[in-house]
């Protein structure tokens, strides 16, 4: 249940390792403060290996690549798969340039992540889809990705997490969806990137990766219809945004639900 993995965050305060992007640090640790869990964004070589060590999950974020913090990632992304510590990886822009497309396939290859999160785009460039990017928007129907969505989950063996208009869930041997959300919500700068940082705290209390990712996303569905309803352009939005998280309820969770089998 989505309540039951809200509360838990909210309980255990999981630490979630974050390699992230420069854009959305702020947004993103934001949204795990306000949701209950505990972020870290650590991308020194250095530290990366202590810090896995330390973290119940890990998310892997390329928006923003230079050599180093694709070492850095590979390096953490080593030890939490030694460790059996949850991997989020988000291939921000994947397909869009030779560079993010090998570096997000060189990541499945020697990091074997949980959950890949990503948008209809970035998930069939993966899956070695011909398909067109925008940059790091996606071109592509969530729906028209399903197949290409199977065929990375069951070659990786891992989840496959697609955000859209509705949201798909992807593993092996299921598919659910998610039409939670907000029109609103692809306005505001980072969201994409916060859904895949929430993940991480969903896949370290929830030893499902298929329930943790279909809830992180129901979450952030929810929680941008509560905040659409308060806020007339995307700047409140985000403000609006971090508090639904944080004030999000029981009853919120059991009347807006929409969480079914594909």
């Known amino acids: 249940m989505l309540w039951r993995d809200i509360v838990r965050i909210r309980e255990q305060s999981p630490l979630v390792h974050n390699i992230t992007n420069y854009v959305v640090m702020n947004t ?12 870290v964004m650590a991308h020194a070589i250095e530290e990366v290996e202590a810090m896995v060590g330390l973290a119940r999950a890990l998310v892997l974020n390329i928006g923003t690549l ?3 913090w ?8 080593r030890e939490a798969r ?14 869009a340039t030779a560079l993010r497309t090998a570096t997000a396939v060189r990541l ?17 460039s993966l899956a070695g889809a011909q398909g067109a ?7 592509r129907a969530s729906e028209a990705t399903l197949d290409a969505a199977r065929a990375l989950a069951g070659r990786w063996h891992c989840v496959v997490s697609i955000s859209g208009p509705v949201d798909f869930i992807v593993s092996e041997s299921a598919v659910l969806r998610v039409e939670n959300g907000h029109p609103m919500m692809p306005r505001v700068t980072g969201l994409g990137c916060t859904a895949s940082a929430l993940t991480g705290a969903f896949a ?6 298929l329930e943790a990712a279909a809830h992180a996303m129901a979450l952030m569905g929810i929680a941008g219809e509560l905040a659409g309803e308060l806020s007339p352009g995307p700047g409140s939005f985000q403000v609006h945004f971090l508090d639904a998280l944080y004030r999000i309820g029981e009853s919120d969770v059991r009347d807006r639900l929409k969480l079914s089998p594909a």
Do not use: H, Q, Y
């Open 133 to 139: 990017t925008k940059g790091v928007d996606s071109t």
């Open 108 to 124: 499945l290859e020697e990091t074997a992540p949980t959950i890949v999160r990503g948008n209809a785009s970035e998930i069939a």
């Open 82 to 95: 030694r460790r059996g510590i949850p991997v989020v990886l988000d291939p921000v822009g994947s397909g």
């Open 204 to 209: 370290a209390v929830n030893p499902s990766p």
């Open 28 to 39: 993103t640790a934001n949204a795990l403060l306000a949701v209950g869990a505990s972020p």
């Open 66 to 68: 230079s050599g180093p």
């Open 70 to 77: 694709i070492e850095s990632m590979l390096r953490a992304g």
